[in-house]
């Protein structure tokens, strides 16, 4: 069994390590292992198992929130100053 990163899974599979992030926050999404507070891993055949199952497919397809607002690489939301705010 080959652990794998967030990160690698995002580019794997196509999910932003974001999404991961909100899913396991959620208590959903692929299984993963957190062997400290910060290190985070998946198993490859837990996420090739769960990415494949039909059930799955409705969290795959949740759009973004659609509020107008751009996400950051972090997963931070920067809001733009308009100039009547200030």
Known sequence: MA????TEVAMQYGISATQLR???RRGIGPEYFQ???RTVSYADDYLRDWFNDPENAGLLAE????DGQASCRDGRVRRSRRRDDR
């Open 35 to 37: 062997f400290t507070a």
């Open 3 to 6: 652990l794998i990163s967030p």
């Open 63 to 66: 759009d973004p929130p659609a």
């Open 22 to 24: 909100q899913w396991r």
